[in-house]
């Protein structure tokens, strides 16, 4: 990579770090009073699918987050045992992703990781995921919580049903 494509991508992470930490911050300003009660609460998950893969290989898995609560949330990963690891990813530049620890949701606001631009990466599947298969996922959250779903494999033009959860 040259210099000047690394010195790019560090100020497309910084300016992602930035958004992101403002919009948290935002988000904590605005439920301070209610502080107390950290209650994820009501999260809506829509449309949740993963490209298929062969085992070893990688898939995408896309969703979107509608948190409906008063309360912010702190989306910080996945889990699933169709898969060794999984990472939220987002380009930061044309051709280059970078991995996310963790992502903001802000009361009243949707994730959308079913763009081009954001998705969860399945590696290391340990089973082959061919269209019409479904797996478990457990979505994770901060503080230990997490939203047990069911993801369906399908093609991109593939639009499953959403499902209302409730964080366990």
Do not use: C
């Amino acid at each position: 990579m040259s210099t000047q494509s690394h010195n790019r991508l560090r100020v497309m992470v910084r300016r992602l770090r930035a958004i992101f930490t403002l919009s948290f911050s935002i988000a904590i300003v605005a439920n301070e009073a209610n502080a107390h009660d950290l209650d994820l609460g009501r999260l809506i998950i829509g449309h949740p699918w993963a490209t298929p893969g062969q085992v070893g290989a990688s898939s995408k898995m896309h969703f979107t987050i509608r948190n409906e609560d008063s309360a912010s949330a702190l989306f910080t990963g996945v889990r699933s045992p169709v898969a060794t690891e999984g990472k939220i990813r987002a380009y930061v530049e044309p051709g280059v992703s970078h991995v996310l620890n963790s992502i903001p949701i802000p009361a009243g606001e949707m994730l959308n990781f079913s763009t081009s631009h954001m998705w969860v990466d399945l590696s290391g599947l340990k089973e082959g995921l061919r269209v019409g298969r479904s797996f478990p996922v457990s979505l994770k959250f901060e503080g230990g919580r997490s939203l047990a779903i069911v993801v369906t494999v399908g093609e991109p033009s593939f639009q499953p049903s959403h499902h209302r959860v409730r964080p366990n």
